[in-house]
């Protein structure tokens, strides 16, 4: 970690924040919950909200590849950007040893289940100290759900190897305002919304702002209207 991070100095970070409603997305999670709880067969009785931010982001890679791609130095020749098909995400976990980032090969192919199901698998694994290198190799893009113990604005660091890296901060429950019709007339009311902070980093490089963007706001699509997320599943 000492020499990833002293390296990551070398790189320009585009910074960019965003917030989320979860509420829709809270809904159809506790559908999905009800549902295994139906199925009782054992395999898995909760989903969490990882799998969720997992797949909107291999999702949102899909439309914007070049969040996936890597910086390719080699000594006296020039730089290379090398595009990956290959959605492995990273998911930095706090274990019992210290900060590692296992990941979840070609999430591009995988359902919510299958995602919820190896993410238990690793946390499984990375709390008895049984990670295998293999799932430590070959990440394209990382997601820190940092929000898990606290913090809402976070600035995530990139590793050489990325030129992409997401955040997310804890779940709040905040006044928003809505407008609705009263009486054909447009009235504004406050209402309470579950809200979350994504802060996304970039290598400045190769990625500008206005993609950085566009990705963010096509993330926070997924997230607050579940069914365009599964319109968009294969």
């Known amino acids: 970690m000492f020499k990833s991070m002293t390296d990551s100095l070398g790189i320009p970070h585009f910074r960019f ?22 199925l009782s067969d054992g395999a898995m009785s909760k989903m969490t909200y990882m ?22 130095v080699e000594p006296s020749a020039p730089p290379k950007l090398l595009y990956r098909a290959a959605h492995n995400i990273g998911v930095a976990m706090d274990t019992p040893g210290g900060l590692i980032v296992p990941n979840i090969k070609d999430v591009q192919t995988k359902s919510l289940m299958d ?12 709390k008895s100290g049984a990670i295998a290198s293999t799932d430590l190799k070959g990440g394209t893009f990382t997601l820190s759900n940092v929000g898990m113990i606290g ?26 305002f809505e407008t609705v019709e009263i009486d054909g007339r447009s009235v504004e009311r406050v209402v309470p919304r579950h809200i979350l902070v994504t802060s996304w980093s970039a290598d400045h490089r190769v990625v500008d ?15 607050e209207h579940p069914e365009i997320m599964l319109a968009n599943m294969k």
Do not use: H, W
Not at 19 to 32: G, P, T, V
Not at 115 to 126: C, F, N
Not at 161 to 166: A, D, M, P, R
């Open 151 to 176: 913090g809402t604005y976070l600035s995530p660091v990139l590793v050489d190897s990325e030129v992409c890296i997401g955040a997310i901060g804890k779940v709040q429950r905040l006044p928003r």
């Open 209 to 223: 702002g206005a993609t950085m963007a566009r990705f963010a706001v096509l993330y926070k699509k997924l997230l």
């Open 115 to 126: 995602i919820a199901a190896e993410l238990r698998s690793l946390a499984q694994r990375g």
């Open 17 to 38: 924040k965003d917030e989320i409603e979860l509420d829709a997305l809270m809904q159809a999670r506790q559908r999905i919950n009800e549902y295994l709880v139906e």
């Open 51 to 72: 799998p969720f931010f997992v797949k909107a982001a291999s999702l949102a890679l899909t439309k914007y590849p070049i969040l996936n791609a890597k910086v390719a």
